[in-house]
């Protein structure tokens, strides 16, 4: 575990030139093995160093092609096959990325939205991503790592899009109609975040045992 450090914040009044030294709570350091993962439609994995991943769409990419196959010879061996192949690629990618992760990071937090509801809401294009079933092969991959404690945590999705990871506030986009919005500007602090990015680190955060209403996030970067 990485040391705890003290963050002392100086505040001088010059009016009456007096020094007052503040103590806020520690936050631990962020090791470069340490990583929040903020899932989504838009982009597969966002991570909180502001890496991006996405997944390759392989059910959209063949859809067509099984569709002419689909009304020229229904139940037919060569759709089965078609898709079975489809979901062996898919399956073979998530082994190949999870266990790339694994190998980079140690502690992984990831915020745990709720993926049947995101099923109900964008149906082939959820399925093709499949994100429930990646973080089960990731968990179980950094859970096989025999140097050292590994681990994936799932962190409450509450509040992470609309709070700042910078100050804490909640000033973040909020209902249906914030859901277009991919970058905002915190009416806080000023600190302008990329939507994925920002969530990605109040996961990471939340992870590390600040909860998201605290209000105490100390601006540093990543
Ligand atoms: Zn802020």
């Not at 000023?190 to 045992?209: C, E, I, Y």
């Amino acid at each position: 575990m990485t040391p705890q450090r003290r963050c002392e914040a100086q505040r001088r009044t010059q009016r009456e030139g007096i020094s007052i030294t503040e103590t806020r709570k520690p936050i631990e350091i962020i090791s470069s093995k340490e990583a929040g993962i903020d899932p989504g439609l838009s982009t597969a994995l966002t991570f909180s160093n502001g890496e991006k991943i996405n997944f390759p769409k392989f059910y959209r990419e063949s859809q067509k092609l099984i569709g002419n196959l689909q009304r020229k010879c229904k139940n037919s061996k060569k759709v089965k096959a078609k898709q079975a192949k489809i979901n062996n690629q898919r399956t073979n990618h998530h082994h190949q990325l999870s266990f790339y992760i694994a190998q980079r990071y140690k502690m992984i937090h990831w915020s745990n939205d709720n993926f049947n509801a995101l099923k109900r809401l964008h149906g082939k294009s959820y399925s093709d991503v499949s994100l429930g079933a990646f973080r089960d092969l990731l968990e179980a991959k950094l859970a096989s790592r025999t140097d050292g404690p590994c681990s994936l945590t799932k962190v409450s999705c509450k509040l992470s899009t609309q709070t700042c990871s910078s100050c804490g506030a909640t000033a973040g986009p909020k209902g249906l109609a914030g859901l277009a919005v991919r970058e905002w500007t915190c009416s806080g602090c000023g600190a302008t975040h990329d939507r994925d990015v920002n969530a990605a680190k109040v996961t990471l955060f939340s992870g590390q045992g600040m909860s998201a209403d605290q209000g105490k996030f100390i601006s540093r970067k990543l």
